[in-house]
């Protein structure tokens, strides 16, 4: 597969994912995670889906937290820049926290490693200090 293929591939398969979430379409998004996938959402321990999750169970774990703990508002990806396996994505997203309705909005940018057109390392960087502020009680 050429690399331009590839990478057209790669973005595919992650706009498939983005659309996948927000829609609760865990099918869609297991079917595209490479079985070592690891996931690194970057905060504190307020936010109940920071951390590092390792494999399928530790995607189940994140994507369950992520769930459970907020409406996904919108999701919006705005811009990609790939290179083989190896994609940036940036765009913005509104979450609101469950667990106080609050709604914090911040722009995202997305490290994503992906083996054979699935997601084998994520990285999520947007504000964490407003999704902290508003899971706090």
Same mark, same amino acid.
């Given at each position: 597969?050429?690399?331009?293929?590839?990478?057209?591939?790669?973005?595919?398969?992650?706009?498939?994912?983005?659309?996948?979430?927000?829609?609760?379409?865990? $099918? %869609?998004? !297991?079917?595209?995670?490479?079985? *070592?996938? +690891?996931?690194?959402?970057?905060?504190?321990?307020?936010?109940?889906? @920071?951390?590092?999750?390792?494999?399928?169970?530790? $995607? %189940?774990? !994140?994507?369950?937290?992520?769930? *459970?703990? +907020?409406?996904?508002?919108?999701?919006?990806?705005?811009?990609?820049? @790939?290179?083989?396996?190896?994609?940036?994505?940036?765009?913005?997203?509104?979450?609101?926290?469950?667990?106080?309705?609050?709604?914090?909005?911040?722009?995202?940018?997305?490290?994503?490693?992906?083996?054979?057109?699935?997601?084998?390392?994520?990285?999520?960087?947007?504000?964490?200090?407003?999704?902290?502020?508003?899971?706090?009680?």
């Amino acid at each position: 597969m050429s690399t331009d293929v590839r990478t057209s591939a790669n973005i595919e398969a992650t706009s498939r994912i983005y659309e996948a979430v927000p829609a609760g379409d865990a $099918a %869609t998004v !297991f079917a595209l995670l490479d079985p *070592e996938i +690891v996931i690194t959402y970057y905060g504190n321990d307020e936010i109940p889906y @920071a951390g590092t999750f390792s494999g399928v169970e530790g $995607a %189940t774990d !994140f994507f369950t937290r992520v769930g *459970e703990s +907020v409406e996904i508002v919108s999701m919006e990806p705005q811009r990609f820049i @790939a290179d083989g396996d190896h994609l940036a994505s940036f765009g913005h997203q509104v979450f609101r926290a469950r667990a106080t309705g609050r709604e914090f909005a911040s722009n995202f940018a997305h490290v994503i490693e992906l083996r054979d057109g699935k997601w084998l390392r994520f990285h999520d960087f947007m504000n964490s200090a407003l999704a902290a502020e508003a899971f706090r009680a």
